[in-house]
């Protein structure tokens, strides 16, 4: 048992969704289950640490019962969740790999392990190969075949972190590290430096006077479960989560080439090699160096910053994001790397929820909250009504909330907030709202939340059905993946794009990080096929309008510009966009 000490939000969240998971797994009931991940959900887009709450405080937060409030208090309190311990103990953790496996599933899993003691993907890949899972009930040759399939892909997933995971680690390791004495500098380099969707470990860089103190302030470190190796030049260590930690201090002559080297990517720093090589140089993490007669590194040209090494090499220095191989070098060797969108462009947000559907900010909030983040416009986009566990809107009820939305206007000036609506896109591509609604709206957003396993070919006939619709503004989470859980609906989303673009839709960069959709590859591929973007943060709570930095993290790397950015542009010409005018 840890002992007690003071749990963020996304800690007590992601172990009330392992509970929730693990239930699963023993069959129990489905309510009792979604009742787990709805208070997960709640906590995790809490503002203020519900740790610090009184038992009363928990109860209101909806979606807490007693049962989940003591849960909560078990863990602050002792460290430990009784429940989740035992379950821990029961069920084989490998479980929760053969579940994310596609054509699998929670129920399918339970009944994998019940009948041939499944208990991993390793048990799965062999039982498959055996032929044995096509003789299972409900299961067949195809769903053998599909799953067989699935397993790369779930392996592919394993041992990363979404950025936000990460950066939950890194904010408090951070802090602590550079505390230690004799620190000039830090920076976590690596994919994580690059913005990644996904962290596969840290890779931390230290320039300090003594190497010492910094490496015994990691070992030394709370969250430290493991040191795996420890010298003057390099500490390694694994975390609680799983997270390894790969510390290094280099000197200051050289800390901008061991930038450089460690924040990759690879294929990035393949390339920059190879151009140094063209100058007769060599680049390592030590610096750039000129060749002896010998062929051995002779005296170094550049290393102290990462812009000098660039430099050196004729490059424009080249933003973290873009390093990775795609075409940045020769962008950088011609001058003609891209303006990058950054935060401070952003004008606005066009996609959040609110209490009229599933949201847990008022209006009021989440206006405010927008307000406070400098937002010159912003979009109320509630869920239609075929969500209806989200308590989406019809007609009426949007008549109702535009209704309060005119009161709220009459005192407020500071911020325009458009009239918006996430429509859900039902099977046969239509919308979940009349016409006459949806050419009064300001915004129409359209998704996909049902039947997520259509062929490619009717998924992409559904989609494109739906772009055509005149009223329809953005296209939100395109693919419906969400990461390390689920890959998107199989479409063709080139065809998706040329539609998008043809009719004036923008697709939707959702930046919750759970999301992340379009991520970083697909969205290039939309703005080279002329789309429009919306980065938009799908927030259901106020915290969750800070997400918004995650989006702008993955359009950089998708080499997005202001320009191709719907919400950055001013008012007037936002709205003529939509209107399609
Ligand atoms: P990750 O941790 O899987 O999310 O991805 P990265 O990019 O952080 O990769 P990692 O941790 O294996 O290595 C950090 C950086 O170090 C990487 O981006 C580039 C550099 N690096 C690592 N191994 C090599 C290598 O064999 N050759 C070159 N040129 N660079 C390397
Ligand atoms: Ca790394
Ligand atoms: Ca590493
Ligand atoms: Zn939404």
């Not at 950088?332 to 847990?360: C, F, I, K, M, Q």
């Not at 983040?373 to 009426?396: F, K, P, V």
Request: with cysteine; hydrophobic share 45%; glycine share 10%.
């Amino acid at each position: 048992m840890s002992p007690p000490r003071r749990y963020g939000n996304d800690e007590i969240a992601l172990r009330l969704e392992r509970l929730a998971d693990l239930l699963e797994l023993t069959g129990a009931n489905p309510f009792r289950v979604r009742a787990y991940r709805t208070a997960a959900e709640t906590i995790a887009a809490h503002d203020v640490r519900v740790a610090d709450l009184p038992p009363e405080g928990l109860l209101a937060l909806k979606g807490v019962g007693k049962d989940l409030a003591q849960a909560v208090r078990d863990l602050v309190e002792h460290g430990e969740i009784p429940q989740l311990t035992e379950l821990e103990r029961e069920v084989p953790v490998g479980l929760l790999d053969v579940k994310r496996v596609p054509g699998v599933g929670p129920k399918r899993a339970a009944a994998l392990w019940q009948a041939l003691g499944v208990t991993g993907l390793d048990d799965l890949e062999r039982e498959g190969r055996a032929g044995r899972l096509a003789g299972l009930a409900g299961f067949g040759e195809k769903s053998q075949a599909k799953i067989l399939a699935g397993i790369e892909r779930v392996r592919a997933h394993q041992g990363r972190l979404r950025l936000v995971d990460a950066e939950a680690a890194v904010v408090p390791l951070v802090a602590a590290l550079e505390e230690a004495p004799g620190v000039v500098r830090l920076d976590v380099a690596g994919s994580y430096r690059r913005g990644r969707e996904t962290v596969g470990d840290l890779d931390v860089l230290v320039e300090a006077n003594d190497p010492e103190p910094v490496m015994a302030a990691l070992r030394d470190y709370h969250g430290v479960a493991e040191v795996q190796g420890t010298g003057p030049a390099k500490t390694s260590v694994v975390l609680a989560g799983g997270l390894q930690v790969d510390l290094r201090v280099v000197e200051r002559e050289a800390y901008g080439a061991a930038l450089l080297y460690f924040t990759g990517s690879k294929a990035h720093n393949v390339e920059l090699r190879s151009r140094a090589a063209e100058r007769g140089l060599r680049l390592s993490e030590y610096g750039l160096f000129e060749l002896g007669d010998d062929g051995e590194p002779g005296r170094r040209v550049a290393g102290a910053t990462e812009g000098e090494v660039y430099r050196a090499l004729d490059l424009e220095p080249i933003p973290v994001e873009l390093r990775e191989a795609r075409g940045e070098i020769e962008a950088a060797a011609a001058g003609t790397l891209p303006r990058l969108l950054t935060h401070e462009d952003l004008r606005g947000d066009l996609h959040l929820h609110t209490t009229w559907s599933d949201g847990l900010g008022s209006v009021a909030e989440m206006v405010a909250a927008c307000e406070a983040r400098g937002y010159a416009y912003m979009a109320i986009t509630d869920h239609s009504q075929a969500l209806r566990m989200t308590g989406g809107l019809d007609a009426e009820k949007l008549a109702r909330q535009w209704e309060a939305l005119d009161a709220f206007a009459a005192e407020h000036d500071g911020i325009t907030v458009l009239r918006g609506l996430e429509v859900d896109i039902r099977k046969d591509g239509t919308l979940d709202l009349d016409d006459e609604w949806l050419a009064r709206l300001d915004v129409v957003i359209v998704s996909v939340h049902s039947f997520f396993d259509l062929s490619p070919v009717a998924q992409t006939a559904r989609i494109v059905a739906a772009l055509g619709h005149p009223e329809v503004n953005v296209l939100a989470h395109p693919t419906g993946r969400v990461l390390a859980r689920r890959d998107g609906y199989e479409l063709d989303l080139d065809e998706v794009f040329a539609a998008a673009a043809a009719h004036r839709v923008a697709v939707e960069l959702n930046a919750a990080p759970s999301r992340l959709d379009l991520g970083d590859v697909p969205l290039m591929r939309a703005l080279a096929a002329g789309c429009q973007v919306a980065v938009n943060t799908d927030a259901h709570a106020v915290a969750g309008l800070d997400d918004m930095r995650f989006g702008v993290l993955t359009a950089r790397r998708a080499w997005a510009t202001p320009e191709h950015v719907i919400n950055t542009w001013p008012l007037d010409r936002l709205k003529a966009f939509l209107a399609k005018a």
